[in-house]
Protein backbone atom coordinates (compact mmCIF):
# COMPACT_ATOMS: atom_id res chain seq x y z
CA UNK A 1 0.00 0.00 0.00
CA UNK A 2 2.91 2.55 0.84
CA UNK A 3 4.39 1.62 -2.36
CA UNK A 4 1.41 2.89 -4.21
CA UNK A 5 0.75 5.68 -2.01
CA UNK A 6 4.62 6.83 -3.37
CA UNK A 7 4.16 6.25 -7.00
CA UNK A 8 0.90 8.11 -6.83
CA UNK A 9 2.55 10.89 -4.83
CA UNK A 10 5.48 10.95 -7.61
CA UNK A 11 3.31 10.72 -10.66
CA UNK A 12 1.01 13.42 -9.15
CA UNK A 13 4.37 15.80 -8.71
CA UNK A 14 5.82 15.02 -11.72
CA UNK A 15 2.14 16.10 -13.36
CA UNK A 16 1.98 19.35 -11.16
CA UNK A 17 5.78 20.37 -11.88
CA UNK A 18 4.68 19.52 -15.82
CA UNK A 19 2.01 22.04 -15.89
CA UNK A 20 3.98 24.83 -14.27
CA UNK A 21 6.43 24.77 -16.88
CA UNK A 22 3.60 24.69 -19.84
CA UNK A 23 3.04 28.49 -18.63
CA UNK A 24 6.34 29.00 -18.70
CA UNK A 25 7.81 31.36 -20.96
CA UNK A 26 10.71 30.78 -23.30
CA UNK A 27 12.83 33.06 -26.27
CA UNK A 28 10.61 31.79 -28.64
CA UNK A 29 7.06 30.75 -26.72
CA UNK A 30 5.07 33.05 -24.57
CA UNK A 31 4.21 32.48 -21.08
CA UNK A 32 -0.05 32.74 -20.26
CA UNK A 33 0.32 36.54 -18.84
CA UNK A 34 2.71 37.28 -21.37
CA UNK A 35 0.22 36.56 -24.16
CA UNK A 36 -2.57 38.15 -22.52
CA UNK A 37 -0.01 41.68 -21.72
CA UNK A 38 0.54 41.46 -26.01
CA UNK A 39 -3.02 41.35 -26.83
CA UNK A 40 -3.68 44.30 -24.71
CA UNK A 41 -1.04 45.84 -26.73
CA UNK A 42 -1.94 45.01 -29.56
CA UNK A 43 -5.48 45.93 -29.34
CA UNK A 44 -3.86 49.35 -28.08
CA UNK A 45 -1.79 49.91 -30.96
CA UNK A 46 -5.04 48.94 -33.63
CA UNK A 47 -7.11 51.39 -31.49
CA UNK A 48 -4.52 54.00 -32.21
CA UNK A 49 -4.26 53.50 -35.86
CA UNK A 50 -7.58 53.77 -36.37
CA UNK A 51 -8.07 56.94 -34.35
CA UNK A 52 -5.40 58.74 -36.44
CA UNK A 53 -6.94 60.19 -39.74
CA UNK A 54 -4.07 60.09 -41.67
CA UNK A 55 -3.13 56.52 -41.11
CA UNK A 56 -4.94 53.73 -43.36
CA UNK A 57 -5.40 51.66 -40.18
CA UNK A 58 -7.21 48.77 -42.05
CA UNK A 59 -4.18 48.06 -44.23
CA UNK A 60 -2.12 47.55 -41.64
CA UNK A 61 -1.67 44.57 -39.67
CA UNK A 62 -0.34 44.42 -35.70
CA UNK A 63 2.03 41.58 -34.04
CA UNK A 64 2.93 41.52 -30.80
CA UNK A 65 5.30 39.28 -28.94
CA UNK A 66 7.01 39.82 -25.80
CA UNK A 67 6.30 43.36 -25.88
CA UNK A 68 7.94 43.94 -29.27
CA UNK A 69 5.21 45.70 -31.80
CA UNK A 70 5.52 44.66 -35.64
CA UNK A 71 3.59 46.59 -38.30
CA UNK A 72 2.87 45.08 -41.74
CA UNK A 73 1.04 45.63 -44.46
CA UNK A 74 0.98 48.99 -46.97
CA UNK A 75 0.35 52.60 -46.84
CA UNK A 76 -0.03 55.16 -49.18
CA UNK A 77 3.11 56.88 -47.98
CA UNK A 78 6.56 57.36 -46.00
CA UNK A 79 4.78 60.06 -44.05
CA UNK A 80 2.13 57.61 -43.09
CA UNK A 81 4.15 54.65 -42.25
CA UNK A 82 6.47 57.09 -40.35
CA UNK A 83 2.98 58.31 -38.28
CA UNK A 84 2.31 54.32 -38.10
CA UNK A 85 5.36 53.60 -36.23
CA UNK A 86 5.62 56.91 -33.80
CA UNK A 87 1.99 55.63 -32.74
CA UNK A 88 2.69 52.32 -31.73
CA UNK A 89 5.70 53.39 -29.69
CA UNK A 90 3.80 55.99 -27.94
CA UNK A 91 1.45 52.98 -26.71
CA UNK A 92 2.38 52.02 -22.67
CA UNK A 93 3.81 48.29 -22.82
CA UNK A 94 5.84 48.67 -26.16
CA UNK A 95 9.22 47.98 -26.08
CA UNK A 96 9.91 48.22 -29.23
CA UNK A 97 8.59 48.42 -33.03
CA UNK A 98 9.27 46.68 -36.30
CA UNK A 99 8.86 48.19 -39.20
CA UNK A 100 7.75 45.39 -41.67
CA UNK A 101 5.09 47.68 -43.94
CA UNK A 102 5.82 48.48 -47.54
CA UNK A 103 4.55 51.49 -49.93
CA UNK A 104 1.89 51.04 -52.25
Same mark, same amino acid.
Request: charged share 25%.
Given at each position: ????????????????????? &??????????? &???????????????????????????????????????? &????????????????? &???????????????
Amino acid at each position: MKYLIRIFSAFFLTLTLLTAA &GCASTPKTEGT &GEYVDDSVVTTKVKAALVNDPNVSAAEVNVETFKGVVQLS &GFVNSRADMNKAIELAR &GVKGVKSVKNDMRLK
